[in-house]
C-alpha cells in the first residue's frame, strides 16, 4: 500500500478514536440497575445498513442481564416481516464501568458500546463505534423502561446523536409496535 495512503488511513483511524475518547459515559454507572427490560425508542446510525433499512424498523424489546462474570447479556426481540426476530449479543465488560466490548460474530464487526446517560427507571442512551474491515460507523440507541418517553428525553436523543456527528436523516424515533412485545424474554 502506498505511504501517503497508509498515513491517511491512520490519521482517520485515529481521530475516530479520540472521537470515541469524547464520548462520556454515565457517572457511578451502577450495572445492577441496568438489567431487565427495555424498549427500543430510538436508533440513529450513519451505516449502511441503517439507511437501506430504516422505513422498515420498528421498536423493539431489549433485555439486559448480567452474567455471572460481570459481562451483560442483551437480547433483542424485533418484528421482521410477518415473523419475531431475536439476536443475543454478550457485552464484555471493559475496565471502565458503564463501558463495553462486543464483536459481532455474523459480521465481524468491533463494537465500543458506552452507556452515556441513563437514569435506570426511565430511559438509557447508548453511543456505539462500530469498526469493520470496510470502515466504522456511530451508533445511538434509545431506550426506555416503557413505550414512549417524553418530548425532552426524544430531543436529547436528536440532539446527543447530532453531537456525535449524525444528521437528521440519520436519526430515527421508532414506530411504536405492539407486534413481537409480548413474547419478548
Request: charged share 25%.
Amino acid at each position: 500500500m502506498h505511504p501517503t495512503l497508509l498515513a491517511i488511513l491512520g490519521l482517520a483511524l485515529l481521530g475516530s478514536l479520540r472521537a470515541q475518547d469524547d464520548v462520556p459515559v454515565q457517572d457511578d454507572f451502577q450495572q445492577d440497575q441496568l438489567t431487565g427490560r427495555w424498549y427500543g425508542i430510538g436508533l440513529a446510525s450513519n451505516s449502511p445498513w441503517f439507511k437501506e433499512k430504516k422505513h422498515l424498523m420498528k421498536m423493539c424489546t431489549t433485555i439486559i442481564s448480567a452474567t455471572p462474570d460481570g459481562n451483560l447479556e442483551v437480547t433483542s426481540t424485533y418484528p421482521k416481516g410477518d415473523h419475531c426476530e431475536k439476536r443475543n449479543s454478550l457485552y464484555m465488560k471493559t475496565e471502565q464501568p458503564g463501558r463495553f466490548s462486543y464483536t459481532s460474530p455474523r459480521w465481524g464487526s468491533n463494537h465500543s458500546i458506552r452507556v452515556v446517560e441513563t437514569n435506570y427507571d426511565e430511559y438509557a442512551l447508548v453511543a456505539t463505534q462500530i469498526s469493520k474491515s470496510t470502515g466504522s460507523s456511530t451508533m445511538v440507541l434509545l431506550y426506555g423502561r416503557t413505550k414512549q418517553l417524553s418530548p425532552e428525553r426524544l430531543e436529547r436523543f436528536s440532539q446527543f446523536s447530532r453531537e456525535q456527528g449524525l444528521k437528521d436523516e440519520e436519526i430515527l424515533v421508532l414506530p411504536q409496535t405492539d407486534k413481537c412485545m409480548v413474547d419478548a424474554a
